[in-house]
Structures are given as structure tokens and as C-alpha cells.
């Protein structure tokens, strides 16, 4: 079945470093790719997303590029902040028939930023 | 704030029992998702409603069920409770459902503790 695949944390940064998060996939025909984030005590807010391949998502200075030939969607961001400390998941949106769909979702990468 | 709410925000309840979790989408949406967080198994769909009906399923136990009311709010039903189902329960809403790019918008969470 479809799934997947996040890096493992924690990862932990000093403000201002480069972020990247890796993520891969598999699934069958062409699903949609997103980056949710989880701050301490709340629910999953959606960071960017991406519907096809070659589109780029992006959102406070993160990105990430649907790569149909990699199955990839890693997250990037080019200086990160204290605030961006949270746990980060990486989901696919698959039709599960034609009348309904379901998010998959990898295990989730902590970052932990420090000044 | 997703515009999503769930009551209670936290539970604590025995083994064997059983237990309801409610929840109200986003203004305007119809379709309803129910997951499951926890530390083993990360975040696992359950199940989906649209507009009362059921949409898709996933790795929902048959001793939950959940259902969706006229008004949208969906109830998530829990017997027979086991120590193993101690989790974080999110619930979230998109407008519409058969559609792979729609984005799902979550709830804070619902703590289940089963002592």
C-alpha cells in the first residue's frame, strides 16, 4: 500500500542553519504531497503542499518540490529560527476510491532549534 | 485556529469501557476525517465521512466507530477500551471529499488515557 518514508530526528539546529527534512513516498498514480507542523501541545497545521509533479510548495521560507522521478518532497528552509522548533510531517492524499480520500502520513521528524 | 473543535480535550478513562469523542468541522465543510496519534504507531487514519455518509476507511478497529450528524458533527465511538488505545485522537474537516489536493484542516486533539 501506499506510504511513506520521513528522516529520523531529532534534528537539531542552531538559528540561522540550513533546514532539510527528507521525505519519499510510494505510492500508486499521482498523489498529492504535503508538510504538516506540530507545535507542542496542538494540532497539525498544514505548511505547504504540492498536487503535482514539478510543483513547488512553499510557506515561511519553506519549500519543497514534488520530484515524481525521485518520489521525493523534501523540506527545505534556508535559515531557521528558535520558532520553527516543532515536529514535522511529511503526508501524501490519495483517492482511497472515488468518493473518498485518506492522508498518509509519515512518523514525524522533531526539530529542535537553539540561539 | 483550524476552526476545527473537539470535545474533551482530554480523557481518562478505565479498561473495558467506552467512550465518545465529538467534534465540529470548519464552517462550510463537509467532509470529516478521524485519526489516531500515538507514540508506536505515529498517525494513522481511521476514518472519513462526507455529508453523513461513510467515505473511506482505514486502520479502524471494529470495536470504534464513528458516525456523522445533520448538522456535520461526527462522533467517534470507542468500546471495549484496551490500554493500547491510550492516544491522541485528531479530527479534521475539508470541503469536499474524492479529491486528492484538498487540504484537511485538524483539530487540536482529543487525549485518551485508559488506565
Known amino acids: ?115 | 485556529d483550524s476552526g476545527v473543535t473537539q470535545t474533551p480535550k482530554h480523557l481518562i478513562t478505565a479498561t473495558g469501557q467506552r467512550v465518545t469523542l465529538r467534534c465540529s468541522p470548519r464552517s462550510g465543510d463537509l467532509s470529516v476525517y478521524w485519526y489516531q496519534q500515538s507514540l508506536d504507531q505515529g498517525l494513522q487514519f481511521l476514518i472519513q465521512y462526507y455529508n453523513g455518509e461513510e467515505r473511506a476507511k482505514g486502520n479502524i478497529l471494529e470495536r470504534f466507530s464513528a458516525q456523522q450528524f445533520p448538522d456535520l458533527h461526527s462522533e467517534l465511538n470507542l468500546s471495549s477500551l484496551e490500554l493500547g488505545d491510550s492516544a491522541l485522537y485528531f479530527c479534521a474537516s475539508s470541503v469536499i471529499a474524492g479529491t486528492s489536493g484538498g487540504t484537511q484542516y485538524f483539530g487540536p486533539g482529543t487525549r485518551l488515557t485508559v488506565l
Open chain 1, 1 to 115: 500500500g501506499d506510504s511513506v518514508t520521513q528522516m529520523e530526528g531529532p534534528v537539531t539546529l542552531s538559528e540561522e542553519a540550513f533546514l532539510t527534512i527528507n521525505c519519499t513516498y510510494t505510492a500508486t498514480g499521482y498523489p498529492s504531497l504535503f508538510w504538516y507542523v506540530q507545535y507542542p501541545g496542538e494540532g497539525l497545521q498544514l505548511l505547504l503542499k504540492a498536487t503535482k509533479a514539478d510543483d513547488k510548495g512553499s510557506n515561511k521560507g519553506f519549500e519543497a518540490t514534488y520530484r515524481k522521478e525521485t518520489t521525493s518532497f523534501h523540506l527545505e528552509k534556508g535559515s531557521v529560527q528558535v520558532s520553527d522548533s516543532a515536529v514535522y510531517f511529511c503526508g501524501l492524499n490519495q483517492l482511497a476510491n472515488q468518493a473518498g480520500t485518506a492522508l498518509i502520513f509519515g512518523k514525524g521528524t522533531t526539530l529542535s532549534v537553539s540561539s
